[in-house]
């Protein structure tokens, strides 16, 4: 499980990074500067993501990664189900 580990890991930094920098902004720019990264659909995507990968951990097969993930967490999110797809026979 080590590289869904690492994987994990960047997923949670990349997030932290870009709520730290949004935090850092202040409020109002905060917040539009978070509309702009996560989109109207874009949490909602990233929740999907990380259940599809906590799902695939507990035994269930690895889903597609979905639709609006947020454009900045797409690498970070795309080698979380590469990590988690089976090695082979």
Do not use: H
Request: charged share 20%; glycine share 12%.
């Amino acid at each position: 499980m080590w590289p869904a580990v690492v994987a994990t890991q960047e997923v949670a930094y990349r997030l932290l990074t870009a709520c730290w920098a949004i935090e850092r902004l202040g409020s109002e720019e905060g917040r539009r500067a978070a509309a702009l990264m996560f989109g109207s659909e874009g949490l909602q995507a990233l929740r999907r993501a990380l259940d599809n990968a906590a799902r695939t951990v507990s035994g269930g097969r690895v889903e597609p990664m979905p639709g609006g993930v947020p454009g900045f967490l797409e690498k970070e999110i795309a080698g979380l189900q590469r990590a988690l797809e089976p090695a082979g026979p």
